[in-house]
DNA sequence: TAAAAATCGAGAGCACCGCTCTTGACAAGC
DNA sequence: GCTTGTCAAGAGCGGTGCTCTCGATTTTTA
């Protein structure tokens, strides 16, 4: 029963699976927002009311399309960081750098639905937010290890007493960091996505050609920010 | 003649500005892609196939409130830079960075129009991209000021010499500026856009909620940074 | 094995969208 | 006063997300 699946329940996640990654191909070439449930229905020769079977919106579906994007960019970034030696963490940062960007860079609307606008009328359910520290955690790793290590220790002055809660929740991804290395990690991992969302959003246009060795530069600034 | 408009020139550029404005309110509560000509025109009493006599297309509407919001923004920007001390650098980007944050905040939407993805199907024309500098212009300045007075000194590896074109482009912004320190500033900038960007489309959701006090804390992380 | 229940695709339809084209009213300039 | 240019209005095209009904098919139950 359970085990030899009913041949309608076989056929069911076949398709569901088929609607999922025509959506993502055609995510590619028009965007977020030109996602359109009677386009993927017309390429499964379906009729577009039958879409709803198993997608009861066309948000259920980007919810969908938002999850698998999270990992896959957050399972990018997992082995460019397994990759490297433990002990080389500026090598591990770089690396996980250059995944997070080539990863942007090869699904570029995908990258967008994760890190740009939020889509107009999308509201994102909890479960998007939960697959979203994927990649962070591998960063937090990173600095955490460092931290160990002896490196990223950072002088300054005290964090405001008000961003201890805050803090502590970000230390669980990178345990036994003080909080004035958390918030730089913060700083350089804003730093990160920023340049990322400034390359792939066009506000590099004209300002800046060179892009991946300009990229590669600003990784190592902020890894030097970092004190790795 | 050109002195005494017309009573037709006159109602048309003021029936544009209207657009215009409508427009704007409607992408405050609706988001860029929810801007509708056909809500536009309802809203003014008009039939939707009107507003086409004022703006071609929905995409020349967009231009405009894109070149609008970047003076609005760069606007900000200046009267914040301007409120400081010319010498207190590490005030005055302060004050920029807080006034990016202040306006991002107050208007979304319209941060999203500049900041965030691209809307779909839309090709921003040269003017959009011309709008861009007036706020960079002022961080510039103030990294420029800085430098000149002895602030903003980097020391570290030097830039790999294919970024020099790119380097000399960008120190128009900042006369007098070392290709190292330009590079350190351009972290520092997509530093500060990524955690607007993060806090207005969401990444920070379930993470930090001290929202204010925490970017403050990414500031002057990043104002250290560049030696302020 | 036969009947009942659940599932599914198809189709029509609703209200909306951007955009185009035509038509008739009106004002500007000779 | 007449021509010319401008304008709002309306109908219409093809597209969208989404809902509802209907008949067919499959699964489950008796």
């Known amino acids: 029963m359970t085990a030899s699946r009913t041949a309608r329940e076989r056929v069911r996640t076949e398709l569901t699976r088929e609607i999922v990654d025509i959506a993502r191909r055609q995510l590619a070439t028009a965007g977020a927002g030109g996602l359109s449930l009677r386009a993927v229905a017309r390429e499964m020769g379906m009729v577009s009311s039958a879409i709803y079977r198993y997608f009861p919106s066309r948000d259920d579906l980007l919810t969908t399309l938002i999850i698998e994007g999270y990992n896959a960019l957050g399972e990018a970034v997992e082995r460019a960081d397994a990759a490297c030696p433990r002990g080389d963490h500026s090598g591990r940062w770089r690396a996980a750098c250059g995944a997070v960007r080539d990863w942007a860079l090869a699904h570029p609307h995908e990258y967008a639905l994760l890190y740009g606008s939020p889509v107009p009328g999308y509201h994102a359910p909890q479960e998007t937010i939960a697959a979203r520290v994927r990649d962070v955690t591998v960063f937090g790793r990173i600095v955490a290890d460092a931290h160990a290590a002896g490196a990223a220790a950072v002088r300054g002055p005290a964090v405001a007493p008000s961003l201890a809660a805050d803090a502590d929740r970000m230390r669980e991804l990178m345990p036994g960091v003080p909080d004035?290395?958390?918030?730089?990690?913060?700083?350089?991992?804003?730093?990160?996505?920023?340049?990322?969302?400034?390359?792939?959003?066009?506000?590099?246009?004209?300002?800046?050609?060179?892009?991946?060795?300009?990229?590669?530069?600003?990784?190592?600034e902020l890894g030097a920010f970092l004190g790795l």
């Open 180 to 220: 004035e290395t958390v918030f730089r990690a913060l700083a350089a991992w804003s730093g990160l996505f920023g340049w990322v969302s400034f390359e792939l959003f066009g506000q590099l246009e004209n300002a800046v050609d060179e892009r991946a060795t300009a990229f590669a530069r600003i990784v190592d």
